[in-house]
């Protein structure tokens, strides 16, 4: 028989208190963000399940299947999703339930849809998806509820669709910290920002975010310039040189999306006479490096394996127990962490 994971277990891993445990259990606060991340993770890695969990964690009659969507974003990305996929088929502790995962190498509708169509020929009865804020998309989530297959979006919404929930990062305040970060480093210059593609919900608000806090902190964004890179090294680096190089009074760039290190090789070949100061989104291996190094000022991090296991929990609860979600729209923690913190 496996050992009963106990929360004074978790506690005396991480060092916290039961009370600490069951804060972070239950999603209330007064917990800091390191801690709560580290109480997480063991949480995850042991799983540990609460009494009502456990009781709540009878199989299901019948086995279901749900289909997980994962986008072509990067190695970082997909790991993060993937553990808290498994971390929620622990937490259920359900061996009838089951994800079926299909990772994606591009972003069209079209390879979205015929990958939707694969997993529906295995007989899904529910998804989690991650895909642009498009008309093809939302008509495609449309038509899934319509034959009884709730969607449940994931990090990037498409919220003119029928989908059942949202569980990702507030966006525009992801954005909002950022341009709060920055914006004591400008000393009268201008700003670039590189996003991936606006057409993800996650991309659009975090520029919208920041240039609204740049307005109410400046009273002016005609400093501010954006790019488009598609999360792409050679586009990143590419746009990053050309703007450091055709404007002398850059001193500031917002990173909101990938590619970091395509940034940083930029900036290391255009050899700047003077400082610029980078923000990025997301504790990925290269933003950690370039954070220790000095190179990144800030990283406005967030959960993507919170975001992955919350939306497999939601859809589990509603298609074993009938439960749905009390709210449309589920945020994950926003933390700022500095070299400091490493």
Known sequence: MPMKITSQMIADKCGVSRGTVDRVVNGRANVAPEVRARVQQAIDELGYRTPAQRRQAQPARHGTTIGFVIPGWGDYYTRQTRRGIQAALRRIGDPSFRVEIRELT??????????????????????????????????????????????VTCNSDVPDSARVCHIGQDLVKSGRVAAGLLVPMLAGGDVLIVCGNREFTAHRLRVDGFLERLYELEGDIGHAHVIECIERYDLTYDGVLREVRRNPRLRAIYMANE????????????????????????????????????????????DFSGQARRAVEVLYELLARRRKPTETIMHVRTSIISRELL
């Open 106 to 151: 591009g972003r069209s509708n079209h390879e979205y849809c015929t990958c939707i169509n694969a997993l529906e020929e295995s007989k899904i009865a529910g998804l989690v998806l991650n895909a642009a804020d498009t008309m093809p998309m939302a008509q495609e989530i449309d038509r899934l509820t319509a034959m009884g297959i709730p969607v």
């Open 259 to 302: 590619s970091v290190k395509g940034c940083m090789d930029a900036l290391a070949r255009a050899r700047a006479p003077q400082p610029i100061h980078v923000v990025c989104n997301d504790l990925t291996p290269y933003a950690r490096e370039y954070l220790a190094d000095g190179r990144v000022d800030f990283i406005v991090d967030q």
